[in-house]
């Protein structure tokens, strides 16, 4: 039995995953503990299923976070106007301008304050934001909460949408379900996700439009703000549907095209023809045989997109007035709290490579090939 | 001069990569393979959006269009009318004329942080795809490096620490969508050029004694073009959707020139009075996005089959 369960760690991986996330959300909206615990977990069931894959994919990372810290100091250190007055205003006096340069550490060489920043950086401290006074740590904690909710709901919904049309529509290939699948699935990809947004409160949230009289549109849910889950989960679901809905829609849309794409050449191949000469019924054909092997392009493109989210959504957040990281950044930004922009890109560059790999490691309960050590195919590394 | 002429361009033309997908197909059955697909009355009709789009933003200036910064009495709020063809605003404007003139920043933006992106980028990825070993290392590690960083974040600092008091908005765009640009397209031509430069009449040219950079220009450059002029125009598509979010938030081109991006954020508020404030610019850009999206998927899917997913 142990012996079994260590040949097949995504076994107990799995429910335990599932596990995790039900607890997040019985015990509280702790989901920064969540998804800690979820790359825990994520990371030991790899480790366990291929040891060698698993480390190469995460000394993998190492590299990629060094270029990446590098170009975003870089970039804003090499940005003109000085940082000191900025914060000081520009009736500065010269001796208090050189305090401040002194205290922020800008009269060291570039190289130096790098690696005072990266080895800070290591030890978990982003720095101290002047404009804030906060931690940047601390204040990228309490909005990061609100983003990883938003960006969880709206890929769930996403996938929700896109496997059963993307199955369909590879069912039905060429044929008319197929073509208005997609033809109303490229819409959803073309509009711009703010107009989405817009769209979705106009129709939703406040009544809609008035023709001739008639009113066509709903008034049946919150336009906008944030209720923590902790506080009053049914009205916390009620105010995220619409943000998560407006990401959605056209995530919805790049996920269905793919594995639509990859479901077509899929069932192409001669095992789909055998399990049908077996008399499998469609549906199980399709949903047991023919998805597993389609979903690998299309796991790798929700990484991105669950990347892509966790700061991302600015707009999205701007709009519903929710208090998450791309609020923060957009605030941080306009507000020239350079230190705060620093800290918050990285986090969410942290995150998002953190993803890819996650899914490198989800590709190992996925594909049977890559389990056996020095499984050949190095799977795709986005 | 004879021998310059590169004879592999006419011997490897039958055998391009969608030709023989074209007679795997056919032989594997599927209806229409053999034919090369028809771009369909849509992509013109996406075409000519596209055209008139744009003629009518270059032309704008000289068209009879009413005054786009021009308050007009009494009018505020209206919907469609004769005289206002797409109704007025808040304060009174024609939406018509500031709908064009919006076009005018949208395109320019987009079209220009293009080409310089295609120029950039489609030269940083053909080195990486060509040279390969330690070029492609470098490059891909800063293309990778650069794609983690969501673009809407990167492109608010830039524009906001580079340019606080939006003086030469416009400039700074430009330059922040190049930036935004390069590492994708990088990606597309370096995947393309990998495969390309495998083919034997590069060997061949190579053999011959053909310099990198003519190899490069003359043998690998023409094949994976069509490929990034259709990739070009669904990053123009994405262009316009950033400048449309930078807009929304009020950090665009300053007024009284009018982005649509900004009109749909000042039609918010009348939203349930007058939702066309709002809802004709978002009309607008999503045409726009949608007939560049479509245009550039035809034109990558005749030109690359395989590739044509996303």
């Known amino acids: ?382 | 001069m004879v021998s310059q002429i590169p004879v592999d361009d006419v011997a490897t033309r039958a055998d391009t990569p969608s030709a023989v997908e074209a007679a795997e197909a056919a032989q594997a059955g599927i209806p229409g393979a053999r034919r090369r697909k028809r771009l369909g009355i849509l992509f013109w009709v996406a075409v000519a959006y596209l055209t008139l789009l744009t003629l009518a933003a270059i032309f704008a200036p000289v068209l009879p269009l009413k005054d786009y910064a021009k308050t007009f009495r009494g009018t505020s709020k209206d919907g469609p009318s004769l005289t206002y063809w797409l109704g007025n605003d808040g304060a009174g404007h024609d939406i018509f004329s500031r709908i064009i003139y919006g076009a005018q920043v949208s395109l320019i933006v987009a079209f220009v942080g293009a080409i310089f992106a295609l120029l950039i980028g489609g030269s940083i990825g053909l080195a990486a795809g060509y040279y390969r070993r330690r070029v492609d290392t470098i490059i891909t590690a800063f293309t990778d490096a650069t794609l983690v960083i969501p673009p809407l974040l990167l492109a608010l600092s830039l524009i906001l620490f580079l340019d606080p008091d939006a003086e030469r908005r416009i400039f700074i765009l430009i330059l922040v969508f190049v930036l935004l640009s390069i590492a994708p397209i990088a990606r597309v031509v370096r995947a393309s050029t990998l495969v390309w430069s495998e083919r034997e009449f590069v060997l061949a040219a190579r053999t011959m004694g053909a310099r990198n950079g003519r190899i490069m220009l003359r043998e690998v450059l023409p094949n994976v073009a069509p490929a990034l002029v259709s990739y070009a125009l669904i990053v123009m598509a994405n262009l316009i959707v950033v400048e449309g979010a930078v807009s929304f938030l009020g950090l665009s081109v300053p007024p009284p020139t009018p982005t649509w991006g900004d009109m749909i954020n000042k039609g918010r508020t009348d939203l349930d009075v007058a939702a066309h404030i709002a809802l004709f610019p978002a009309m607008a850009m999503f045409f726009t996005v949608l007939a560049l999206n479509y245009v550039g998927d035809r034109l990558q899917e005749r030109f690359e089959p395989r590739e044509s997913v996303l």
């Open chain 1, 1 to 382: 039995m142990v012996r079994k369960l260590t040949e097949r760690p995504s076994r107990i991986a799995v429910p335990l995953l599932i596990l995790i996330v039900l607890w997040g959300f019985v015990v509280g909206p702790r989901i920064r503990w969540i998804f800690a615990a979820l790359l825990i977990v994520g990371t030991a069931a790899a480790f366990l299923t291929n040891g060698r894959y698993a480390l190469r994919r995460i000394m993998g990372i190492v590299p990629i976070m060094l270029v990446v810290s590098f170009l975003v100091f870089g970039l804003m250190a090499s940005l003109p106007g000085d940082p000191a007055i900025n914060i000081l205003g520009p009736s500065a006096t010269p001796d208090a301008v050189e305090q401040v340069r002194t205290e922020l550490g800008l009269d060291q060489p570039f190289f130096n304050r790098y690696g005072d920043w990266l080895g800070d950086l290591v030890m978990g401290d982003l720095g101290t934001s002047v404009q804030r006074r906060q931690p940047v740590a601390e204040g990228i904690g309490q909005s990061i909460t609100p983003s990883l909710q938003l960006m969880a709901y709206s890929v769930i919904l996403a996938s929700l949408l896109a496997f059963p049309l993307g199955v369909y529509a590879a069912y039905k290939q060429g044929r008319r379900p197929d073509r208005v699948i997609n033809t109303v699935m490229l819409g959803f990809f073309a509009v711009p996700n703010f107009v989405i947004a817009v769209n979705l409160v106009l129709f939703l949230a406040i009544g809609g439009l008035s023709v001739f009289g008639t009113r066509l549109g709903l008034k049946i849910l919150p336009g906008a703000g944030y209720v923590e889950f902790g506080e009053d989960p049914v009205e916390h679901f009620k105010r995220m549907l619409l943000p998560a809905l407006s990401l959605a829609l056209g995530q919805s849309a790049v996920f269905m095209r793919l594995l639509r794409s990859d479901m077509i050449g899929t069932l192409r191949l001669p095992f789909i023809d055998l399990a049908r000469s077996k008399g499998l019924s469609t549906n199980r054909i399709l949903w047991r045989h023919a998805l597993r092997p389609s979903m690998f392009t299309l796991l790798t493109v929700m990484g991105f997109s669950v990347g892509a989210l966790i700061g991302g959504a600015i707009i999205t957040e701007v709009i519903f007035t929710m208090p998450g990281i791309g609020s923060f950044m957009l605030e941080s930004i306009t507000r020239r709290d350079y230190i705060s922009v620093q800290g918050g890109t990285l986090v969410i560059a942290t995150l998002y490579i953190l993803t890819l790999v996650m899914v490198d490691f989800l590709y190992l309960a996925l594909d049977p090939r890559l389990r056996t050590t020095g499984g050949g195919l190095g799977g795709g590394n986005g």
